[in-house]
Structures are given as C-alpha cells and as structure tokens.
C-alpha cells in the first residue's frame, strides 16, 4: 500500500459534507473499521448529566466553536481503548485545527491518511438546514451553520493544507451512493 503504516484514519470535510453518512457506510461494508465521531462523542458528554464538562462543550458546539484539544483526544483515546478488536479507526470531524492535530499525535499517533469530502458551501448549508427540521441539534441553524462554516474556513483548512501530503480528496456533491463506490473502491486498495 502506497499509505503510511497507521491504524488511524482521519475524516475532514465541511460541516454537512457527510462525513457520518460515509463513515456508516464504510463500516457497514467493512466490519474491521471502527467509526468514531468526534462530534457525537462531545454531544455524548453534554447529554451525560454526570459531566463537568457538560456545559462547556454545549457552549462550543451552539457557536461552533472548538472545544480544548485535550477534552477531545482523550474521549477518542477513550473510545479507541473500548474497541481493541478493530483493525482501523475512521476518526470523523477530527482534528478541525492543527493545535488537535499536533495533541493526537503526541498522545495517540499519526494517521494513515486523511480522507477529504469536498463539498461546496451552499450545498453543506441546504442540506444542514433540511436536516435542522428534525435533527434536534442546537447548531443546525442559520446562526450557527455561519459559525461552523466560519471556524472551518478559518481553523480547520488549515490542518488538509498541513497533511495536504496525505490527502485524498472525494467529491462529495453528489448522491451518497455514487460517493460511497468511490470510497468503497478506495478502501479496498488498502
Ligand atoms: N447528506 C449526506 N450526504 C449526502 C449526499 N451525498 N447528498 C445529499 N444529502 C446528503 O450529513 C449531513 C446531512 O446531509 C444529513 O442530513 C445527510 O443525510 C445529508 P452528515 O453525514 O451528517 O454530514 P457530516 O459531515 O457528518 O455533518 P455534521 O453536521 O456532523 O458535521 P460537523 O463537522 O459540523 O459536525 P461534528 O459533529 O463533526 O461537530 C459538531 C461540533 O462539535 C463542531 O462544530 C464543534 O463545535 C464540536 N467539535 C469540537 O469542538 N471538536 C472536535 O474535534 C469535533 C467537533
Ligand atoms: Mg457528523
């Protein structure tokens, strides 16, 4: 394989590329992978009632903001420690700024690749405001997909630049089915 030896893949892409949709999908296709969200294991946090941390992360999140690199890695390190079986980590929504990049591979390692889901802004917004009318989620709305949008522009682009390297980029404006046969096919090289 043309891939560093990693068992850590990281998922970067605009908020609403499709990042979890992808990553359910690569799972259910290959059950070695383990798929960890770094978003769903902060908002798994902030609904746990016995978190002191609770309050904190949900402040981040509402204004799209990134939580503190440690908080984040440790809950990964965490949920990596609990799936020992599994061959390969999909790290999804992580590291959104090079402070978390330069964190993990202190206290984790590095990645095999990045895999990248480029998708315009205006499509990401359409989608994120469709799925706000169900989703329950406090930043899928007008105010805060800004914030996300800002915060990734300005702090999360940086880290594909700094792997730009390692990258490996997928369209992903286009139906989940035709973006998960790229990926399927990707994946299978490995
Ligand atoms: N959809 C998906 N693919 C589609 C396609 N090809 N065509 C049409 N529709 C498609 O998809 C989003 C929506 O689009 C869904 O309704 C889906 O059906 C549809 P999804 O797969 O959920 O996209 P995803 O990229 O996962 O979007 P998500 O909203 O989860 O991305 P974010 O990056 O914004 O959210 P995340 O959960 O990663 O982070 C949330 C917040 O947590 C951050 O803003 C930040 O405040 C905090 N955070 C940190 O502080 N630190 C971290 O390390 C990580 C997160
Ligand atoms: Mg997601």
Redesign the pocket.
Known sequence: SKFADSNVIFVL????????????FLVKRFPEICHL????L??EEVADKNSELGEE?SY??K?????RAEV?VKLLQNAMAKNPEKKLFLI?????AIE?AECFEKMVGTCKFVLF?DVPEDV?RD??L??GKT?G?T??NVESIIK?FR??RETTMPVIELYRERVVTVR?????E??SAELEDIFSQL
């Open positions: 892409g605009g908020p609403g590329s499709g990042k979890g949709t992808q990553s359910a969200s770094a978003g769903d902060l908002r992360i981040m999140i204004n799209g903001l990134i939580v984040t999804d929504g992580f590291p959104r978390q889901l990401m989608r994120l469709e799925r989703s989620r930043d899928d996300r915060t990734y992903g404006d286009r139906t989940p035709e973006v």
